[in-house]
């Protein structure tokens, strides 16, 4: 029903950096890890995923409603961009498809009693836990 959202690289600002970690030469001589950044204010998703993708709670969208992704675990600079355009994609998808509206129900004649029996059980034992009479 809902399509999946795909950006490309033309909606986001990628900055090639160098990766941190071990690696020996390579990872002080060459920038293959990718920062790439989305601001979710300017782009052009609808209204109702923006306002979805800005309420979630993730370390990765920044107080000016940016999204900033760190990829690093390729040695190739191409991998590491490809790999987060798909944790961005994959970001904007889980928000894509609104949630399912709660309807409230009544609870079955079943759970009323199981309740008030559970309710029943635990009075008699706090009302044995009173004063022994002799």
């Not at 399509?3 to 990872?27: H, K, P, S, W």
């Not at 800005?54 to 961009?81: C, E, F, P, W, Y």
């Amino acid at each position: 029903m809902y399509a999946q959202i795909t950006l490309t690289e033309d909606d986001v600002t990628i900055t090639a950096v160098r990766a941190q970690g071990a690696g020996g030469q390579n990872v002080n001589k060459v920038s293959s890890a990718i920062h790439l950044r989305f601001s979710i204010p300017t782009s052009t998703l609808s209204a109702d995923v923006k306002v979805r993708l800005l309420a979630l709670n993730d370390h990765r969208i920044t107080r000016d409603g940016a999204i900033v992704i760190k990829a690093q675990t390729h040695r190739s600079q191409d991998m590491n961009r490809t790999e987060a355009l798909a944790r961005l994609n994959e970001l904007v998808n889980s928000v894509a498809r609104p949630p399912k509206i709660r309807h409230a129900t009544k609870p079955t004649y079943g759970s009323k009693q199981r309740r008030l029996e559970g309710k029943r059980k635990l009075s008699e034992t706090k009302a044995l836990r009173g004063r022994a009479l002799f």
